[in-house]
């Protein structure tokens, strides 16, 4: 058995893993068959790329505020999150904290600025607030394995310190003095009278217009164009997909380049595909659709109803046999249809 992605030949108990078309956490429901994608692969793509297009993307902001929840789930309990990162908010300078459900909510925290030498600590309005400062302390022996989170606005004599879900989080404009700084909080600490609380009814923030969120847009792209790449073995079958018209593709999808311009099309170069977008699909449902213009084979993602989708080059020397299909997620009513076939369907209504 051969993976599409690395190429190499393994055996049947390294293709366990169930590898989705789009991923589960957007509602994807499609999987390819079982020897398309070898667990290894499987992994990496679900451990880097796959994490920062649902954890630390655009889209994944998106997410939060309609769903679909964890593993596709629609049901409260499987509510995400955001990841961690910085607000701004009125009256302070920049607090740690997530999003959920539209919701800003900010971490348990303690803002210093070295400047005036005074630190204030802020509470995360979901848990009692009598128990997290002493959360925070019990676990300051954690403290040297923050997370840390870069902030090219926050003032330099700034510094965040938040604590959530077992985690450490230092918001810094730079990565330099923050010993300083943790021995600060350190001893401050063991004299808890210095400690300076924010005033409860400030507690009630909302968010300014900008959100400071750290894209990487290069794995946003791959995570897209792997998206494509298995809609388009999904279709075309796996040992079409091992020749090697779709090396470049499938190198910049496995890491091995970032020039994304020989990859993700510019979108003037696809005029025609608008109309395929304005046919009436399911409200806010994802979309590959992969379709050949002479001897370009194109994939494209559009997640949310998006009206422009990312569009990655699948292969340049493929030979035309007039495919035009894809798949359509109506991760709302938890429904996956080929996108031939929802034409079909869309067609049928119409005649009665
Ligand atoms: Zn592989």
């Known amino acids: 058995m051969k993976c599409i ?61 309609v769903g679909p929840g964890k593993r596709g789930s629609l049901t409260k309990k ?27 909510i900010i971490i348990s925290q303690f803002l210093i600025d070295n400047n005036i030498k005074n630190a204030q600590f802020f509470y995360n309005s979901e848990f009692p607030e009598h128990e997290q400062l002493s959360i925070f302390q019990e676990n300051l022996d954690k403290i040297r394995n923050y997370t840390y989170i870069p902030s090219l606005t926050l003032n330099e004599e700034i510094i965040l310190i938040g604590f959530h879900e077992k985690n450490f989080y230092i918001c810094a404009k730079n990565k330099d003095n923050l010993e300083n700084t943790i021995n600060t909080i350190t001893t401050l600490l063991q004299s808890e009278n210095k400690i300076n609380f924010a005033p ?8 300014k217009k900008g959100l400071e969120i750290k894209v990487n847009l290069i794995n946003y792209y791959r995570a897209h164009s792997k998206i494509a790449f298995n ?23 496995n890491g091995d380049t970032k020039e994304y311009e020989k990859i993700i099309l510019n979108q003037n170069f696809i005029n025609n595909i608008e109309k395929m977008l304005l046919e009436s699909f399911p409200d806010k449902s994802h979309k590959v659709i992969i379709f050949s213009v002479s001897h ?16 990655t080059l699948l292969s340049k020397n493929f030979e035309p ?3 035009h299909d894809g798949i359509i997620c109506d991760w709302k009513n938890q429904k996956e ?16």
């Open 337 to 352: 249809y080929l996108y031939s076939e929802y034409l079909r369907k869309l067609a049928e209504e119409e005649d009665f």
């Open 321 to 323: 046999n007039n495919i």
């Open 231 to 253: 809609c388009a073995a999904y279709l075309l079958g796996k040992d079409t997909m091992y020749d090697s018209q779709y090396n470049n593709c499938r190198n910049w999808i």
């Open 5 to 65: 992605y690395c190429l190499e030949t393994k055996e049947e108990k390294d293709f366990l893993k169930e590898e989705h078309i789009i991923p589960a956490a957007f509602g994807g429901k499609t999987v390819l068959p079982s020897q398309f994608v070898c667990d290894d692969c499987n992994f990496k793509f679900g451990r880097t790329i796959e994490t920062d297009l649902t954890s630390n993307s655009f889209i994944s902001y998106l997410r939060t505020y």
């Open 78 to 104: 499987n509510e995400v999150r955001t990841n961690i990162f910085v607000f701004e908010i009125d009256k302070f300078p920049k607090v740690l904290g997530y999003i959920r459900k539209s919701k800003p």
């Open 296 to 311: 370009y084979l194109i994939g494209l993602v559009s997640f949310y109803g998006a009206e422009f989708p990312i569009t």
């Open 200 to 207: 409860k009814e400030e507690l009630n923030l909302f968010l």
